[in-house]
């Protein structure tokens, strides 16, 4: 038996793995569906795992937020050997987080909210709104929530046409009046009203009588 027989029957007996992971990005090993293991850049030889292990490679360059739609499994599972890689954020009851990179919005929690972050990657700048406070969205962050698909999800929006106000409402209490133009408001657990008064009314026009022709 040749030498590369023999490690190749070796390797076969030993269950030998060999995962690569490219920089910039992470490995999450799964078994029966569940996360066992955080793999790095690099090259990872995995001895003795004869049941069957599925590999998703996730990447951390574009963005340190985990993007995996498991993300809260992996919080309520609590394998150590996965959470070590990650650095949790959440959001308190009465509060809105915002998380920059490199002075870019890149998501918003909302009260209770909470997201997995990578470790070793870029870390994001984490802002808090406390609600208690104010619950109106700046003017200049309503665009920035719309880039990255976060207004409708996270903030209600009220218009207010020329020549009207505005009023809104929390929790049957009137707690500011607008003037005209589109607003916003953080969504909570606080129940949002809206009314406009004052509206202008188009004038209905008035058929011209033949004396009025003449005169003109």
Do not use: N
Not at 2 to 13: P, Q
Not at 114 to 136: F, S
Not at 180 to 197: D, E, I, M, Q
Request: positive net charge.
């Amino acid at each position: 038996m040749t030498l590369e027989a023999l490690l190749l029957r070796c390797t076969r007996l030993l269950g030998l793995k060999t995962i690569t992971i490219g920089d910039g990005q992470r490995g999450l090993l799964y078994r029966d569906r569940r996360a066992v293991r955080v793999l790095m850049p690099g090259v990872t030889r995995l001895i003795g795992h004869h049941a069957p292990l599925d590999l998703r490679l996730c990447r951390v360059d574009a963005s340190p937020l985990y993007a995996g739609a498991d993300a809260e499994q992996l919080i309520e599972a609590a394998e150590p050997a996965v959470l070590e890689a990650f650095t949790l954020i959440e959001a308190g009851a009465d509060e809105v987080l915002l998380l920059t990179v490199d002075g870019r919005l890149v998501e918003v929690l909302p009260p209770r909210g909470r997201r997995l972050c990578w470790k070793r990657a870029t870390t994001p700048v984490v802002q808090r709104l406390a609600l208690c406070d104010a619950l109106q969205v700046p003017a200049g962050l309503l665009a920035e929530l719309q880039a990255i698909g976060r207004l409708d999800a996270r903030v209600s929006c009220f218009e207010v046409p020329d020549g009207a106000t505005g009023r809104v409402f929390a929790d049957g209490r009137l707690i500011g009046e607008l003037g005209p133009g589109r607003h916003g408001y953080w969504r909570s657990a606080r129940k949002l009203g809206f009314r406009v008064v004052g509206a202008r009314r188009p004038q209905a026009e008035r058929p011209v009588t033949a004396a009025q022709r003449q005169a003109a």
